[in-house]
């Protein structure tokens, strides 16, 4: 329990840096779904190194397997939800992107306890 609280502040700043970004991007011209992947970079580095020295502090991480694993799944995910809430529901993009960033979280903590983040055997 202690370890997905650690979870969800990192991916408070995740969301914030991700939203900033996104907010950022769209002022300056670029189209909402590449704003979006770019956005998803940003907060997705920012939080394996938060990952790294507090949430799963003392496990060995993979840089790599956190991107395979979280980084493709946000990035599909935050695209797909936000065709779907942006393009077709009309919904402006910075409470679509909250709105998959929240359908997509639990997933993310499951990929990187398991796998990305997971105890060594003895």
């Known amino acids: 329990m202690v370890r997905w609280a650690k979870f969800n502040a990192v991916g408070a700043i995740g969301v914030a840096v991700q939203l900033g970004s996104l907010a950022l991007l769209i002022q300056l011209g670029v189209h909402y779904l590449l704003a979006t992947a770019l956005a998803v970079e940003a907060a997705l580095l920012q939080n394996y190194y938060w990952h790294t020295r507090w949430t799963w502090k003392g496990r060995e991480g993979s840089l790599w397997r956190f991107h395979l694993a979280n980084g493709l799944l946000s990035l599909i995910s935050n695209l797909v939800w ?9 919904i402006p993009p910075l409470p679509a992107n909250l709105m998959a960033i929240a359908l997509t979280s639990t997933a993310n903590f499951l990929l990187g306890d398991r796998w990305v983040f997971a105890r060594k055997s003895a």
């Open 82 to 90: 936000m065709r779907m809430f942006t393009g077709w529901l009309g």
